[in-house]
């Protein structure tokens, strides 16, 4: 038998068995009564064989002595009332002046669930009532009758204490398991994240790549096209032979790409990924589109910079290069200026195009959104729309770690303009013609979050 089982109330058991569940009823109710069976055997042994501390009941004593039992089934539902009742039994039992150690222990059993169970100042009263009456009656019959109430009273005291310390084991315990559980459920979130954001980054880098190579096979193939259809008596076998090597590198580099990102979900969690995109594959994003017909001006700052600014700058380039030679018509010209600062790095891809039509077929896509993410996952900005004088505009700003974060500079900025701006009316003005002088802030038109006549992010 199981003893510090029993006396743990349910829920209680720590370990596995709580969490299990709530224990069965059948099962805490067979263990009480095995309990209460032995303290009955107990009592009843003490009343028969031990004389020194009052006599042998009669037989209205044996049926309090045993009755007193009975409450001790219910003490884990009802301990207060099943002590009341116990004490209520044992009052004329001790009276009676019957063997008084008898029913000790079913008495302090159920002392001790009340102190463990109740609130600390309810079970401190309980205690306090049982032990002053104890001595009130037992001193009214004598010193010497007080005296051995005295030491008992030490007895009920030991009981409360350990109670109360039961108490506290017990709350200690399960904030433990509480903590735990806790920790459990914060490191599997953590886990879900970690792996949402993996997925995240492994769809955008899919995306960024699949997008660029798709783009530049479909361009190219349709240059071999035009050439095997405009002069068929004529063939012009160098233009054919060089568009097919540009699509069968363009191949080559996308499936080299496709394999290193697709490693990642081959890999362990603990294992390192593999290098990142970083400035110096500009040039080479450079070739493709102008492989692809378009004219790039590249002005390119391959400077050292930190992997995670390098690889954000990388796919907004290729993002950016690979819409404007989708969209951007033919006769595409393309700006490409990547500069880095003590602050950041700054990225800009303008085009002239004019936007070819749209296809209604097509479905928005996540180029837009992507080239964002990109920017946020390292604090920065990107800022995409249509020219005034025709074509698109992506500029990103993408600071360094420890630098300031690019959104609150560009709000410093701002106030910083405007408080300037302030500063330059004329003196004497009033309030109202300063306000009125001053124009809302707002971004350059050319610079405005709008989407691009065709579906720019279908790509």
């Given amino acids: 038998m199981d003893v510090k089982r029993l006396l743990l109330m349910p829920g209680a058991t720590p370990g596995p068995a709580r969490r299990a569940g709530p224990p069965d009823p059948g099962r805490v109710l067979r263990g009480d009564a095995t309990l209460t069976a032995v303290l009955a055997s107990a009592a009843v042994l003490i009343a028969l064989f031990l004389h020194n501390n009052g006599s042998r009941p009669t037989a209205l004593g044996w049926v309090l002595l045993l009755t007193a039992h009975i409450p001790a089934l219910w003490r884990r539902r009802a301990p207060l009332p099943v002590f009341l009742c116990v004490f209520a039994v044992t009052v004329p039992y001790h009276t009676m002046e019957f063997n008084h150690t008898a029913p000790l222990p079913v008495a302090g059993l159920c002392l001790f669930t009340v102190t463990m169970t109740e609130r600390p100042r309810r079970s401190l009263v309980v205690g306090a009532v049982v032990i002053g009456l104890e001595l009130v009656v037992k001193f009214s019959q004598g010193v010497a009758e ?25 709350q200690y315990v399960d904030s433990v398991i509480e903590r735990a559980e806790r920790a459990e459920r914060t490191r599997e979130e953590e886990a879900r994240r970690r792996v949402a954001e993996e997925r995240l980054r492994v769809a955008r880098d899919l995306h960024d790549l699949l997008a660029h190579s798709i783009t530049l096979v479909g361009v190219q193939t349709a240059v071999a096209a035009h050439v095997l259809n405009a002069t068929p008596d004529r063939l012009d076998r160098a233009a054919v032979a060089k568009a097919l090597d540009d699509i069968a590198d363009t191949c080559r580099s996308a499936r080299g790409e496709l394999r290193a990102t697709l490693e990642v979900l081959r890999s362990m969690p603990d294992e390192t990924r593999g290098p990142l995109p970083d400035l110096d594959g500009l040039p080479e994003l450079v070739s493709a589109a102008r492989t692809a017909g378009a004219e790039v001006v590249a002005d390119l700052d391959t400077a050292d910079v930190p992997p995670a600014v390098g690889a954000a700058a990388y796919r907004i380039v290729q993002e950016a290069l690979t819409n404007a030679v989708r969209h951007g018509g033919s006769g595409l010209t393309v700006r490409v200026t990547v500069r880095a600062a003590p602050a950041g790095l700054s990225v800009s891809v303008v085009d002239d195009g004019r936007g070819a039509a749209s296809q209604p077929s097509e479905a928005p896509g996540f180029g837009l959104i992507g080239m964002r993410e990109r920017a946020r996952s390292v604090l920065g900005v990107l800022e995409a729309g249509p020219r005034e004088a025709g074509g698109w505009e992506v500029a990103a700003t993408l600071p360094f770690p420890g630098a300031p974060d690019a959104r609150d500079a560009q709000g410093a900025r701002d106030a910083g303009d405007e408080r300037d701006g302030a500063d330059q009316q004329p003196c004497g003005a009033t309030p109202a013609a300063t306000t009125t002088a001053q124009p809302p802030t707002e971004p350059p038109p050319h610079l405005t979050t709008v989407r691009r006549p065709s579906p720019e992010e279908a790509s």
């Fill in 146 to 170: 007080g005296a051995q109430a005295l030491r008992i009273s030490g007895w009920i005291v030991a009981i409360i204490l350990l109670g109360l310390y039961a108490r506290i084991q017990r």
